[in-house]
């Protein structure tokens, strides 16, 4: 997808509104003399972190945004969602951090965990990520323990330390490259009015929802990551 013509002054507008540096495009608009509803619409922030992972890139998709004029204004989005990659030096960081008996490398087309005692070598596992009851699992496709293939890999699954997802949030895809992770959620579509506190509602709405209980671990905002972007 292109950038959309008109987008920069947009881009300019949004990302000095948001504090933080944003590209925004879209496959169609509607509306004379200023565009008021979006098709395809995609806002694109590099380099952020949250109070539980720091975050190569955070992409809010729509399928559909309209600004309906009024006192007041109203936002309305349908079909959200929302892309999030992580890298391998975020990954590593993460790992470090909880301190996990095993070690992340993101490949191709899987996840790949090396699992060690006292620095030895004792087992690799090719996994694919998963959601069970809504917590997120490495479920493992073929294993190795010290050297020797273990068919019975897919009988053991790995809990990730991140909160689970309410029922309102659905795991749509998940992409692999070397060396990054992307995951999409689906949302759901939402109404906001243009008042005191917009950036906060927008904010609850367009990022994967965890249980209440659990969802505080995601931090009440996004900040800029220290590290450096990366474009996908």
């Excluded at 504090?19 to 879209?26: F, K, M, R």
């Excluded at 109070?51 to 349908?78: I, K, N, T, Y």
């Excluded at 030895?120 to 009851?133: A, D, K, S, Y």
């Amino acid at each position: 997808m292109t950038q959309a013509p008109g987008s920069n002054l947009i881009d300019q507008l949004v990302s000095s509104y948001l504090e933080l540096p944003v590209s925004i495009d879209w496959q169609t608009a509607k509306g004379i003399p200023f565009p008021t509803e979006f098709e395809g619409a995609r806002l694109k922030f590099g380099g952020l972190s949250t109070s539980w992972m720091d975050l190569q890139q955070v992409v809010w998709c729509a399928d559909r945004v309209r600004f309906v004029p009024g006192l007041p204004a109203h936002v309305q989005v349908e079909g959200p969602r929302v892309e999030i990659a992580v890298g391998q030096a975020e990954l590593d960081r993460w790992l470090k951090r909880f301190e996990l008996p095993y070690r992340i490398e993101l490949a191709d087309d899987a996840l790949i965990v090396h699992t060690e005692l006292a620095g030895f070598p004792i087992g690799e596992f090719e996994t694919r990520l998963e959601v069970v009851n809504g917590w997120f699992v490495l479920q493992p496709k073929r294993a190795s323990i010290l050297g020797v293939p273990n068919y019975v890999a897919t009988l053991f699954r790995t809990y990730l330390p991140i909160p689970p997802l309410s029922r309102s949030t659905r795991l749509e895809r998940i992409d692999h490259k070397r060396g990054q992770l992307r995951v999409t959620f689906r949302l759901e579509d939402f109404d906001e009015a243009v008042t005191p506190g917009l950036l906060n509602r927008l904010n609850q709405c367009l990022r994967p929802t965890f249980t209440p209980d659990l969802g505080a671990a995601l931090g009440r905002s996004w900040r800029r990551s220290p590290a450096k972007s990366s474009d996908a």
